[in-house]
Nanobody
Framework: QVQVVESGGGLVQPGGSLRLSCVASGSIFSINAMDWYRRAPGKQRELVATITSDSSTNYADSVKGRFTISRDNDKNTVYLQMNSLKTEDTAVYYC??????????WGLGTQVTVSS
């Protein structure tokens, strides 16, 4: 089993920055990739960024150039650095671990609100 817990959300003004953290525990050796998703009010869940076990990354077009996903293997943590935040980035952000044979584990989410 793999468990993930997100933190770092909050209220920020447009143009500001936040860094989200996702700490993994359990069978971390079996993790193949980690994702950040988000769900905005009234919208479908959206894949924001992915980082694989070899540190390859992918981003949604809506966040390219503004968000950066990274990992610290010593801390079993994946980060999402969010810069130049916009009101449309307001959402609950979820971390997801992809592990084992097509298994996934979700966190409970952390709220990000971008507002003046």
């Amino acid at each position: 089993q793999v468990q993930v817990v997100e933190s770092g959300g909050g209220l920020v003004q447009p143009g500001g920055s936040l860094r989200l953290s996702c700490v993994a525990s359990g069978s971390i050796f079996s993790i193949n990739a980690m994702d950040w998703y988000r769900r905005a009010p009234g919208k479908q869940r959206e894949l924001v960024a992915t980082i694989t076990s070899d540190s390859s990354t992918n981003y949604a077009d809506s966040v390219k150039g503004r968000f950066t996903i990274s990992r610290d293997n010593d801390k079993n943590t994946v980060y999402l650095q969010m810069n130049s935040l916009k009101t449309e980035d307001t959402a609950v952000y979820y971390c997801r671990a992809n592990w084992g044979r097509a298994l996934i584990s979700w966190g409970l989410g952390t709220q990000v609100t971008v507002s003046s």
